[in-house]
């Protein structure tokens, strides 16, 4: 199993990895298995399947399927991406230290701050984009590197490679990155050194916006181990039709990406020669700093463009409220465009002048591009940038 799925491409493991025609009707798709429990032949003896918090085989068919997109011996289906860094996190021990981004997704932020740190998990948040910052974060007591690359909303790059070796070179010390906005057609983290991937798969994963998941996806089968215990002690787990939901959604992320990743490099060049825009960061344009980084451990830069106009917040809000295809809501990832005013929507939860001092302005406008028509696409943008 785990040989062929490396011998394949992207596509054929997205359709096929973890999946079989079910053995009882030959059926293509996986069923949605709605049970609880599971019939025993003699106490103790079962199918493989005791209860569905521990198990559910509509859930062994998405693990299975997460594994193979990421390239990884293991993986682990939860209710949310929270849910799976939650679970990752529950493996550390009071007084153990974590080497993370400053600019870290919002939601893992408030995990870290107001969970974690309270049970005296020790974290450094430092610009992971500068090695050396990394270098000397490192403790005696540091266990784990958690990184996300990009970033949101600044789409930043950290290098993995070069961050998985320094680790490494330390004895103990795992490294997990939150590959949400890559997705593993982009990106692969455990390829380049990474000890444990994280996807939210409400996002690109899923693709629909109709979904909220997350996984953990690793070879170590040991750890593996650990992490299932937590899962099934914790109970984060998904339902077997947000399983399926995941699954569908898969099957087509690479043929998605794709176009995710046509438009949106079109119209991050487009808006950086727009003279109302001041800024744009897409790591995917020649003008980036992390262009060459972007070369180096992605395939392209993704879906996600964020720009800071000239007239600052008040024509971020106007920008903002006058798309019409592109509509105002947080999230990220589907098929339909949307736009987020993080200063006030996703990031408002973070103090003003640590947002600032991060480099997130109060006019910056994320952009998830979605997969209609790049021409009403861009002349929705076009309209919209013409009233500010
Ligand atoms: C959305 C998101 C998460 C959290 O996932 P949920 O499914 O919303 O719990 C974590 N990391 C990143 C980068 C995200 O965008």
Sequence with gaps: MSIEKKRSGFGTRAIHAGQRPDPTTGAIMTPVFMTSTYVQEEPAK????????????????????????????????????????????STLEPGHHVITCNDLYGGSY?????????????????????????????????????????????????????IADMSHSRSGVRVAVDNTFATPYLQTPLALGADIVIPSTTKYLGGHSDVVGGALILDDDDFCQDLRHYQNTVGSTPGPMDCFLVLRGIKTLHVRMDRHCESAEKIASWLEEHPKVAKVHYPGLASNPQNELCRKQMRRAGGMISLELEGGIEAGKAFAMNTRLFALAESLGGVESLLDHPASMTHAAIPREERIAAGLEDGLVRLSVGIESYDDLLADLEQALDTV
Excluded: W
């Design 46 to 89: 079962t199918k493989g399947y005791d209860y569905s918090r521990t198990c559910n085989p509509t859930r062994t068919a998405l693990e299975g399927n997460l594994a193979g997109i990421e390239g990884g011996l293991h993986g682990l289906a939860f209710s949310s991406g929270m849910g799976a860094i939650h679970c990752l996190m």
């Design 110 to 162: 408030r995990l870290f701050t107001t969970l974690f740190e309270k049970f005296g998990i020790e974290f450094s948040f430092v610009d992971t984009t500068d090695l050396a910052q990394v270098e000397a974060a490192f403790q005696s007591n540091t266990r784990l590197v958690y990184l996300e690359s990009p970033t949101n909303p600044l789409l930043r790059l950290s290098d993995l490679q070069a």
